[in-house]
T-cell receptor, first 116, second 116 residues
């Protein structure tokens, strides 16, 4: 149980295009989802906290207009990287928590974004 | 100074060895502690979760928390080549209601290799 999927697993795009990444909780309802990015050989850095039906809360230094997050249902959150640039190339990982239980986060397999 | 410090290694041990992984932290507000295992190009997988000082054992894994010293450890007994991965410590603080705040702060991760 508690499986989180991400799609796509890998994406390569040209500079200036927008990329959407989906995060789904497959067998549970997730009122809260988190989005992280991870650079090579570095730890996960929290980008934003997404609550179903409300606006995401972004961490300091994360541009909300560049990283659009939508959490329209209890099983789906999306991250859209708008006008992507090479410096946005990274490993993006989402996590989801069981409704009302923030203690345990279940992570997706991640999405490798490469911007040319 | 980072809130959570973790030696990135790399750490290389022979099969069957006891592995000790450690993290220190500076924020005394952290009350919930986790260890995650991350295989290359995959999302983190929760191994252990503790919220009190002392030891917690699960199979070959033992998590240890010393809040007075702001120090946590993960011990792996009888290490196997399949344990080769990056191990991340993570922690969070309680919210106003006393339950987990949810936002995780990760250590840098320790790269572990167990060779046959």
């Amino acid at each position: 149980g508690a499986v989180v999927s991400q799609h796509p697993s890998r994406v390569i795009c040209k500079s200036g295009t927008s990329v959407k990444i989906e995060c789904r909780s497959l067998d549970f309802q997730a009122t809260t989802m988190f989005w992280y990015r991870q650079f090579p050989k570095q730890s996960l850095m929290l980008m934003a906290t997404s609550n179903e039906g409300s606006k995401a809360t972004y961490e300091q230094g994360v541009e909300k207009d560049k990283f659009l997050i939508n959490h329209a249902s209890l099983t789906l959150s999306t991250l859209t990287v708008t006008s992507a640039h090479p410096e946005d190339s990274s490993f993006y990982i989402c996590s989801a928590t069981l409704a009302g239980v923030l203690d345990t986060q279940y992570f997706g397999p991640g999405t490798r974004l490469t911007v040319l | 100074q980072k809130e959570v410090e973790q030696d990135p290694g790399p750490l290389s041990v022979p099969e069957g060895a006891i592995v000790s992984l450690n993290c220190t932290y500076s924020n005394s507000a952290f009350q919930y502690f986790m260890w995650y295992r991350q295989y290359s190009r995959k999302g983190p997988e929760l191994l252990m979760y503790t919220y009190s000082s002392g030891n917690k054992e699960d199979g070959r894994f033992t998590a240890q928390v010393d809040k007075s010293s702001k120090y946590i450890s993960l011990f792996i007994r009888d290490s196997q080549p399949s344990d080769s991965a990056t191990y991340l410590c993570a922690m969070t603080r309680p919210n106003a209601g006393g339950t987990s705040y949810g936002k995780l702060t990760f250590g840098q991760g320790t790269i572990l290799t167990v060779h046959p």
